[in-house]
């Protein structure tokens, strides 16, 4: 704090641009109000997002089925069918990790 005219003190301009920026409280509550409404989902959120989960697992399960038939017609080699499939079952497990646990 700097003495002010009159022998009060005032905030630094490093003091005052952090008050401005963050308020009173500091940084920790206003990031904390940040997060408000990843607590405050409604049930419809969480619905739309396990729907969305399951639409791309089931995208998933079309991928490896077309796969597999690339290879039994020949469209591809072995190499790139199991190339390939590790990639889709990756993406599979992330996916999985990801559902919403009750």
Same mark, same amino acid.
């Given at each position: 704090? /700097?003495?002010? &005219?009159?022998? *009060?003190?005032?905030?630094?301009? !490093?003091?005052? %641009?952090?008050?401005?920026?963050?308020? +009173? @409280?500091?940084?920790s509550s206003a990031?904390?109000?940040?997060?408000?409404?990843?607590?405050?989902?409604?049930?419809?959120?969480?619905?739309?997002? /396990?729907?969305? &989960?399951?639409? *791309?697992l089931v995208g998933?399960? !079309?991928?490896? %089925?077309?796969?597999?038939?690339?290879? +039994? @017609?020949?469209?591809?080699?072995?190499?790139?069918?199991?190339?390939?499939?590790?990639?889709?079952?990756?993406?599979?497990?992330?996916?999985?990790? /990801?559902?919403?646990?009750?």
């Amino acid at each position: 704090m /700097r003495p002010d &005219i009159g022998g *009060r003190s005032r905030p630094s301009a !490093a003091a005052a %641009a952090r008050e401005r920026t963050w308020g +009173r @409280r500091g940084a920790s509550s206003a990031c904390s109000n940040l997060l408000w409404p990843l607590r405050t989902l409604s049930a419809e959120a969480r619905d739309s997002g /396990r729907i969305e &989960i399951e639409f *791309r697992l089931v995208g998933i399960e !079309a991928e490896r %089925a077309e796969l597999q038939a690339m290879l +039994r @017609r020949g469209d591809i080699n072995d190499h790139t069918a199991r190339k390939l499939l590790t990639e889709i079952t990756f993406s599979e497990a992330i996916l999985k990790g /990801r559902e919403p646990r009750d």
